[in-house]
């Protein structure tokens, strides 16, 4: 019994998986306790009685951090956190004798779940509370400037988009609207409302901020309860599932 794996549970909503035709189709959005930090999991850790402080602990992590980036960024596999890091170079190399070329090929990070992991994940209960229901959802973006479906942003350009209950409505004080996420480090870019030129229930239209080469996540925050008389009591955020891109590159159209 002692070496038994604890046993962990998340929690998940169902929410109707508006990408495909069937009516019973749904995905499971997991519902999040809390966002965690380098800086909390350091004090969580020193409070559980540890001989190191929460600054020290911050302090070992950076240095691990450090240590990690030099070996990795010159050329070795490096175990660090979740996963397995390594870097990878993108985009076509045409001929035996092509070279790097920043204009057409850049450097990334590959990372790959740690086998201890992946057994771990196996051991997690998932328990569905319920069915999400009147979530904001986009179903297709379109890029005008490159005619691009869910894939390309030009900034300053158009946005086209589609989908169900994607109105932005809210009450005073209530925080509303497309948002940019940045897919490597989470910075958030709203769009300003002056900039939003189409706002229906399944159309929306807006001005792209001037955000800066990489790829982003859209998300949309509504009060919009499925008519002009009906304003919900919190606000619904929902995301697009697929990354969207500034700048080119080799991934293919709508790749996730």
């Known amino acids: 019994m002692a070496n038994e794996p604890k046993k962990r549970s998340i929690t998940g909503k169902l929410v109707a998986n508006v990408l495909t035709e069937r009516e019973d189709d749904f995905t499971c959005n ?28 911050e302090s070992m992590y950076n240095d691990l951090e450090e240590t990690a980036k030099e070996e990795m960024y010159s050329g070795s596999t490096v175990e660090f956190g979740f996963t397995n890091n390594s870097l990878g170079v993108d985009g076509p190399f045409i001929g035996p004798g092509a070279t790097f070329d920043p204009a057409k090929n850049k450097v990334s990070i590959r990372s790959t779940t740690r086998s ?91 001005t792209i901020p001037q955000l800066a080469k990489g790829y982003y996540y859209l998300e949309i925050a509504t009060q919009y309860g499925g008519n002009s008389k009906t304003v919900l009591k919190e606000v619904r955020r929902n995301r697009f599932p697929y990354k969207l891109r500034v700048g080119e590159d080799e991934e293919r159209p709508g790749e996730l």
């Open 30 to 57: 997991v519902t999040y306790v809390a966002n965690r930090s380098i800086k909390d999991l350091c004090r969580i850790r020193a409070a559980k009685g540890s001989k190191y402080t929460a600054a020290e602990y």
């Open 116 to 206: 201890v992991f992946r057994e771990d994940l196996k051991s997690i209960n998932v328990i569905i509370s319920g069915i999400e229901e009147n979530l904001p959802t986009i179903t297709t973006v379109t890029d005008v400037v490159t005619e691009k479906v869910n894939s390309q942003l030009t900034p300053l350009g158009n946005l086209n988009g589609e989908g169900k209950r994607v109105k932005v409505v809210g009450s005073e004080g209530s925080i509303v609207g497309f948002f940019f996420i940045n897919a490597e480090t989470e910075e958030e870019t709203a769009v300003p409302k002056t900039s939003i030129s189409r706002n229906d229930p399944s159309f929306f239209s807006f």
